[in-house]
């Protein structure tokens, strides 16, 4: 069974070809990152624009790189949400065309939950990629962070989950985005962040980690403004001083010891919180999933404090790509999920899991 995965909700063009939900037989990404770098963020209509100038080409590179033909698909399945409108417009336009012209189902999918499915593919026919040796087993505990969300959820089984808990502000990866940009380091924050911190010290200064009511939300707001509040200081200047005047007055090492200290705490507060819900709900298998996966600190620490193997998938498979909403789509298919009429396909930007 193969399916055709498309996906549009930010900046990257992907499309992939994912056989049994487990093999991937291609990944095509396409992002407009570098239209975005000098405006520090993803800028929605130029995200927009670019989708359509290269959704088909990106498509066609899917299906030539997975050996397929338009007759060797079973299935389309799309990201509807959440995302920016207009680039989930794009997406969502073309699957239903091509559902309607080449007759195949479509599978409306939401792109938060099939960040997790990257962790369900073990198999490619590309180099490159490394992958567990089999799917997690359910009940899994999911880690879903990334530039938009921060989430702790417990699967009972496909389809069948609980959100125990998630940010009441920034999401952990547009926290690591915004210290970044202050520090002036290059977009996209996290993995800049990650590298500085590579050589600073994480203990130069205790940021503080947030308190909150329920032990399984999170906060990475205040975290952030004491970040500022520190590296103001440590420019010996006050709070007045407008962060976009920072990354001059810093030296590399100061930039470094901020990068790691804020790093130190944000992974902190999320190991906390799938530490004890480990220990809660004593999962068959605990995942990681989203672009913060990507995180070396963050793997290492979960590993580390859960004292158990974690589930992250390959690097290339934590930013958004069309695989995870093929396995997604796959997993809908085979429980026989009704099909999304094309004709009537909705995108929905603020989608929930
Ligand atoms: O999943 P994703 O590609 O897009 C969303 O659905 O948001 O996640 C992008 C986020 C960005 O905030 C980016 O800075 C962060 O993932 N990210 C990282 C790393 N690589 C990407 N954050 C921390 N460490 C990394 N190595
Ligand atoms: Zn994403």
């Not at 702790?152 to 547009?174: C, I, K, P, S, W």
């Not at 800049?192 to 600073?200: D, P, R, V």
């Not at 509040?229 to 007045?240: I, P, V």
Request: glycine share 6%.
């Amino acid at each position: 069974m193969k399916v055709l995965g498309i996906e549009t909700s930010c900046d990257e063009t992907a499309a992939a070809v994912v056989e049994d939900g487990y093999r991937l037989l291609s990944n095509a990404v396409a992002s407009s990152l570098n239209l975005h770098i000098a405006y520090g963020g993803v800028v929605p209509e130029i995200a927009a624009r670019s989708h359509l100038e290269v959704i088909l080409p990106t498509i066609d590179e899917a299906l030539l790189a997975a050996r397929c033909s338009w007759g060797d698909i079973d299935a389309i399945a799309v990201t509807a949400g959440p995302g920016l409108v207009g680039s989930l417009l794009i997406g969502a336009l073309t699957a239903s065309t091509l559902s309607a012209v080449k007759n195949k189902p479509l599978y409306a999918i939401n792109h938060v939950e099939a960040h997790v499915y990257a962790n369900f593919l073990t198999q490619s026919t590309q180099e490159s990629y490394e992958f567990p040796p089999s799917p997690p087993r359910f009940p899994v505990l999911a880690l879903i962070v990334s530039g938009g969300h921060t989430q702790l959820v417990l699967f009972m089984d496909h389809f069948n989950y609980r959100l125990l808990g998630q940010t009441t502000d920034d999401a952990v990866g547009e926290a690591f985005d915004k210290v970044a940009k202050m520090l002036g380091l290059p977009y996209p924050g996290g993995p800049s962040i990650a590298l500085a911190a590579n050589k600073g010290n994480p203990d130069y200064v205790k940021l503080p980690k947030a308190q909150m009511s329920s032990p399984y939300d999170f906060s990475f707001s205040g975290l952030k403004t004491a970040a500022l509040r520190t590296s103001q200081q440590m420019a010996g200047k006050d709070f007045t001083l407008p962060s976009s005047a920072l990354p001059k007055l810093l030296s590399d090492s100061q930039k470094a010891d901020i990068a790691a200290s804020f790093q130190k705490v944000a992974v902190e507060a999320l190991v906390d919180a799938l530490a004890l819900a480990d220990k809660e709900f004593n999962p068959e298998s605990v995942v990681i999933a989203g672009g913060v996966a990507a995180n070396q600190q963050l793997r290492d620490e979960a590993t580390k404090r859960l004292g158990k193997n974690i589930f992250y998938p390959d690097i290339k498979l934590c930013t958004d790509n069309a695989a995870m909403v093929a396995v997604n789509g796959y997993f809908q298919m085979t429980l026989k999920k009704p099909p999304t009429d094309p004709f009537s396909l909705d995108v929905e930007p603020g989608l929930t899991m």
